[in-house]
């Protein structure tokens, strides 16, 4: 039997009080409604819709063709929402429902979920969870011999069923006739003037039929996202879950929660993480680095045994047994080959680096090759903007560039070739030459005494 799963993602989320619709914010690197999404996927179910609505154009952008989309112009309840993809869910059998605010549900626990509504052959299936502070969640309400037989809203609810600690999740599996069946005959008959899917599974229950329920592993598993705290807290629920991963995979954390880490990256084992490290997007750090602390690594592949230290990588590729930091910066389409070192304060961005080489303290190397084993000392820059076009330098295995250098691009220093401090380069220098290029220095006897007698005269008369 087909199962459709529906993803509610229309609503405005006005406590979130942005621009940005409130299921494309961001926790663990994905929005809330691709962690939903994703979940989705791992359960196994192919059939997905998402109902859009407040600027739903941003949300089909986001989430590409992974999805079917329908429209719900006014946001009348989920009730409302659900019936507008009835067309879209076609000829499935069982339709399962879930909010796109929800980003730490797990595929397992849908699985799960899914699992338990065919096995007991219910018209509807709920997951609820236990929690210590139930508010905003509709409460469940069991008879004397434990089966569901209301589901109370919040603002509907009496005191006593407010008090009580089982809550609705939000996540539902329904037999898709008892759905359509049960919505068409939904009335917005309550506080909100909305059209509650929760009176679908009210619906059932005085109609005899069965309903059953799963609880997750975790009751976190059901939090939503309202507003801006609420999301702070699903992102520390989601570092924990992921930074214990790697823990559990040999990865060390001096401090998790002082460690944000993707959902999306990997790091292989024997691999230290000191706090105030970030690591996003399509990262991936190999086995036996050490890794921070006070370091942003996005999009970046790290090679083994590498240490870096307080230093920003981004779109860029770095060698095994290389070495970055302090302060170092590289921009995207930066290369390292194995055994590279760069030091403090170093910016290097579109340049591929050989094996070997050393860029050590206060360079910019920018729009580059530079070979194997090269030196380049302190302060030297690539002067590779004539402020139209970006322009090459090269520089080939084994050369010494001396300290404070300018190599005005485009500029070839050749293989093993040298290059004197303070130059300013502006020709090709062959293979193996000494390049020197700087005016030739002059010591002017007893200047220095003098100038220092006339501003010791001066400062007199101003006195």
């Not at 799963?5 to 690197?29: E, Q, T, W």
Request: net charge neutral; hydrophobic share 40%; aromatic share 4%.
């Amino acid at each position: 039997m087909e199962t459709a799963a529906v993803i509610l993602a229309a609503g405005l989320g006005k406590r979130m009080k942005s621009r940005r619709p409130k299921v494309l914010h961001r926790v663990a690197g994905r929005s809330l409604v691709e962690h939903v999404l994703a979940a989705v996927e791992e359960a196994g179910i192919e059939k997905r819709i998402v109902v859009i609505g407040h600027r739903g154009e941003e949300v089909k952008a986001q989430l590409g063709s992974r999805c079917t989309y329908v429209l719900q112009e006014k946001q009348l309840g989920t009730g409302h929402a659900v019936m507008q993809a009835r067309e879209a869910v076609g000829q499935a059998g069982t339709v399962l429902v879930l909010c796109g605010d929800t980003p730490l549900i797990r595929g397992d626990t849908l699985k799960e979920l899914l699992e338990c509504h065919l096995r007991e052959g219910a018209a509807v299936t709920l997951l609820t969870a236990l929690l210590e502070d139930p508010g905003g969640y509709g409460r469940i309400i069991r008879d004397t011999r434990g089966r569901i037989v209301a589901i109370a809203e919040e603002a509907d609810a009496s005191p006593e069923q407010r008090a009580i600690k089982e809550v609705n999740g939000g996540f539902y599996c329904f037999s898709a006739p008892s759905l359509w069946a049960a919505l068409g005959s939904l009335t917005p008959d309550n506080r909100q003037g909305e059209f509650y899917l929760t009176d679908v599974v009210n619906l059932a229950v005085k109609q005899g039929l069965k309903v059953a329920s799963v609880q997750p592993q975790e009751a976190e598993e059901i939090l939503g996202v309202n507003d801006r705290i609420q999301l702070a807290k699903v992102a520390a629920l989601w570092r924990k879950r992921i930074n214990r991963a790697f823990m559990e995979g040999g990865v060390t954390f001096i401090d998790p929660e002082a460690t944000y880490v993707d959902v999306t990256v990997e790091i292989g084992p024997d691999t230290i993480v000191y706090p105030g490290t970030f690591l996003e997007g399509a990262t991936v750090i190999g086995s036996g680095c050490t890794v921070g602390p006070h370091t942003t690594i996005r999009d970046s592949r790290v090679g083994d045994n590498c240490h870096i230290d307080r230093s920003v990588i981004i779109s860029s590729e770095v060698g095994d047994n290389c070495h970055i930091g302090p302060f170092a910066y590289l921009r995207p389409g930066t290369v390292l080959e194995e055994g590279v070192k760069i030091g403090d304060f170093v910016e290097i961005k579109a340049t591929r680096v050989g094996k070997g080489s050393k860029i050590l303290h206060l360079s910019y190397i920018g729009d580059a090759q530079v070979g194997r084993e090269v030196n380049i000392g302190a302060g030297t820059i690539t002067c590779n903007f004539d402020g139209q076009s970006k322009w090459p330098t090269i520089i080939e295995d084994g050369a010494f560039i001396g300290s404070n250098t300018n190599l005005v691009a485009p500029v070839r220093v050749g293989a093993g070739a040298m290059v004197g401090a303070g130059s300013t380069i502006t020709e090709d220098v062959p293979p193996d030459a000494l390049a020197i290029a700087r005016e030739r220095q002059i010591n002017l006897e007893g200047r220095a005494k003098e100038k220092r007698e006339k501003w010791a005269r001066e400062r007199k008369k101003e006195k």
